[in-house]
């Protein structure tokens, strides 16, 4: 069974502050993503990634396969980035996502 | 917008009575899965379909069943409910199977047992 833990549980910055969000896993996994969960309640997917880095706009998503961790940057961060983000994995020959229990994340204007 | 939809979208049951949710993928999207998010925690996973077969389940009671549709609907049955089972239960498709792709979220059902 895959545990997934991420770091910090609740942030909160002023902002335009550069903000990331870690993630580490134990065992080894076919991909990882990066979910965003606003008060709603809806997830829009972020990331998928399997190696190396990602960039969309403001977020960049990084892995370290070796190392088993994964951060979500966000750079110039807006009160709107307020939201809970997850990162879920999926392991080798298993069908089912494991979730970490997410970062609330808070933008200050 | 994932072009997921689910409904309803609340709902209020009591205990013992049977409930029936449902999620509408994209068109070409063969896999879908089905998620139960109780209140602060993370989304824990109920059970996959693909091409309409269950393809995976988690550690839910036989009482948590579901179908897949060859329009791409899917849905959540939970028969016998259970305070515990008051959550968001949310539905994601892919194109994929396994989980490999990107995932499109509904924006979930929140369903409250009394």
């Known amino acids: 069974k895959n545990e997934v833990e991420q770091s910090p549980q609740n942030l909160t910055a002023q902002e335009g502050e550069f903000i990331t969000i870690n993630c580490s896993y134990s065992?080894?996994?076919?991909?990882l993503h990066w979910l965003q969960q606003h008060p709603g309640g809806g997830i829009v997917s972020l990331f998928m990634?399997?190696?190396g880095k990602k960039k969309h706009g403001r977020l960049i998503a990084t892995i370290n396969i070796q190392e088993k961790h994964s951060s979500l940057h966000i750079t110039a961060s807006h009160p709107r980035d307020s939201a809970v983000y997850i990162c879920?994995?999926?392991?080798?020959?298993?069908?089912?996502?494991?979730f970490g229990t997410g970062t609330r994340l808070t933008i200050i204007p | 917008e994932t072009g997921v939809t689910q409904s309803p979208t609340h709902l209020i049951k009591t205990r013992g009575q049977q409930v029936t949710l449902r999620c509408s993928s994209q068109?070409?999207?063969?896999?879908v899965s089905w998620y139960q998010q109780a209140l602060g925690q993370g989304p824990q996973f109920i059970f996959q379909?693909?091409?309409?077969?269950?393809?995976g389940r988690g550690n839910f009671p036989p009482r948590f069943s579901g179908l897949q549709f060859p329009n791409y609907s899917s849905e959540l049955n939970v028969n016998a409910l259970e305070l515990d089972d008051s959550a968001l239960y949310l539905c994601?498709?892919?194109?994929?199977?396994?989980?490999?792709?990107?995932?499109?979220f509904g924006e979930g059902s929140r369903l409250t047992v009394l």
């Open positions: 068109s070409g999207h063969n896999t």
């Open positions: 994601a498709s892919s194109p994929s199977a396994l989980n490999v792709g990107e995932l499109f």
């Open positions: 379909y693909y091409r309409e077969e269950e393809n």
């Open positions: 065992v080894g996994i076919s991909a």
């Open positions: 879920a994995v999926t392991n080798f020959g298993n069908e089912k996502l494991t």
């Open positions: 990634l399997s190696s």
